[in-house]
């Protein structure tokens, strides 16, 4: 399924809601759920909290007949405005996990020339993140070198700790779009936390698509393009620790809930590695793209 956090002006009513998009409508599954009589989170993250159970309801939901669906139920996709999917307990973004973007970063950014021989891990805050269509905040007093960075978001559907690699992808619910932004300026004593906490600095979606849905999640094309011009273009299979790897490593000593993203990392063609260097401005568009997810777009706005 693709599901999303969604608003609509059609009803008068701005609360967000939970949809799953299918074949271009947006199908709303509270309004669904209460016709059925069946009960069902109406947020996303209480929806991934409930496991499976609530995954199968969905699924009978959107699979009933058409013809009976009440009013109010399905909106065009252009219709409605996307949210970020959910609001992660915990962000873990991964750098470093392309061989090409270590080259282009110990040019750039200063960091080792070698191949990390476990993953490089760090934090976003929950606060950073933002939507589909929303604005990335750039304020001139504290960053000229923002950046982009497309990367393929795991969203964890079952606790993990001290989990196998063999079992790591039985505790993903699914997949999603994040794009890391970074303040390449802010980099504190090499601490990233601020250079890519801000507020804003986590655009994420548009949608979740469950992993049944995804065959190969090691074997998708991403890419990333600003006002419309490519810069980043690769595949999952390039990175340098899978994302079985990553879950195994992280839930060694971190435990992984429901709804935690892990962001798996950003391949070669930032802005801090092109000849000259180029950085966002007001007024940019930044879309990120990954197969069969869908592309996340925000604009570039001044903050000051």
Same mark, same amino acid.
């Given at each position: 399924?693709?599901?999303?956090?969604?608003?609509?002006?059609?009803?008068?009513?701005?609360?967000?809601?939970?949809?799953?998009?299918?074949?271009?409508?947006?199908?709303?599954?509270?309004?669904?759920?209460?016709?059925?009589?069946?009960?069902?989170?109406?947020?996303?993250?209480?929806?991934?909290?409930?496991?499976?159970?609530?995954?199968?309801?969905?699924?009978?939901?959107?699979?009933?007949?058409?013809?009976?669906?009440?009013?109010?139920?399905?909106?065009?996709?252009?219709?409605?405005?996307?949210?970020?999917?959910?609001?992660?307990?915990?962000?873990?973004?991964?750098?470093?996990?392309?061989?090409?973007?270590?080259?282009?970063?110990?040019?750039?950014?200063? &960091?080792?020339?070698? /191949?990390? @021989?476990?993953?490089? =891990?760090?934090?976003?805050?929950?606060?950073? +993140? #933002?939507?589909?269509?929303?604005?990335?905040?750039?304020?001139?007093?504290?960053?000229?070198?923002?950046?982009?960075?497309?990367?393929?978001?795991?969203?964890?559907?079952?606790?993990?700790?001290?989990?196998?690699?063999?079992?790591?992808?039985?505790?993903?619910?699914?997949?999603?779009?994040?794009?890391?932004?970074?303040?390449?300026?802010?980099?504190?004593?090499?601490?990233?936390?601020?250079?890519?906490?801000?507020?804003?600095?986590?655009?994420?979606?548009?949608?979740?698509?469950?992993?049944?849905?995804?065959?190969?999640?090691?074997?998708?094309?991403?890419?990333?393009?600003?006002?419309?011009?490519?810069?980043?273009?690769?595949? &999952?299979?390039?990175? /340098?620790? @899978?994302?079985?790897? =990553?879950?195994?490593?992280?839930?060694?000593? +971190? #435990?992984?809930?429901?709804?935690?993203?892990?962001?798996?990392?950003?391949?070669?063609?930032?802005?801090?590695?092109?000849?000259?260097?180029?950085?966002?401005?007001?007024?940019?568009?930044?879309?990120?793209?990954?197969?069969?997810?869908?592309?996340?777009?925000?604009?570039?706005?001044?903050?000051?």
């Amino acid at each position: 399924m693709r599901l999303l956090t969604f608003t609509t002006a059609t009803t008068g009513d701005r609360a967000p809601r939970l949809g799953a998009d299918v074949d271009g409508l947006v199908l709303d599954l509270g309004v669904l759920a209460d016709h059925a009589g069946v009960g069902l989170p109406r947020d996303l993250l209480a929806f991934v909290q409930a496991g499976p159970a609530a995954l199968e309801a969905a699924r009978r939901l959107v699979d009933a007949d058409p013809a009976a669906r009440p009013a109010g139920a399905v909106h065009r996709l252009e219709d409605v405005t996307p949210a970020a999917p959910l609001r992660p307990g915990k962000i873990i973004g991964v750098g470093l996990n392309y061989v090409e973007h270590v080259e282009e970063s110990s040019r750039s950014l200063d &960091t080792d020339k070698e /191949l990390p @021989p476990r993953p490089v =891990l760090f934090s976003k805050p929950a606060t950073a +993140v #933002t939507g589909p269509g929303a604005p990335i905040l750039h304020n001139g007093d504290l960053t000229q070198q923002l950046d982009w960075e497309c990367e393929l978001a795991v969203v964890i559907g079952r606790t993990a700790f001290r989990v196998s690699e063999e079992d790591a992808y039985g505790h993903v619910f699914g997949y999603s779009i994040v794009n890391d932004i970074s303040a390449r300026d802010q980099r504190r004593s090499g601490q990233w936390f601020f250079s890519k906490g801000q507020d804003s600095y986590a655009p994420f979606g548009p949608v979740v698509v469950t992993a049944d849905e995804i065959a190969d999640p090691m074997d998708l094309d991403l890419s990333l393009r600003v006002n419309g011009v490519t810069k980043q273009k690769s595949n &999952t299979r390039h990175m /340098l620790f @899978p994302i079985a790897r =990553l879950i195994a490593d992280i839930s060694s000593g +971190v #435990t992984l809930e429901p709804g935690d993203v892990i962001a798996t990392g950003s391949p070669s063609g930032v802005g801090a590695g092109m000849v000259p260097p180029e950085f966002l401005v007001p007024g940019d568009t930044v879309e990120a793209t990954v197969e069969r997810i869908g592309t996340l777009a925000n604009p570039v706005v001044d903050a000051r």
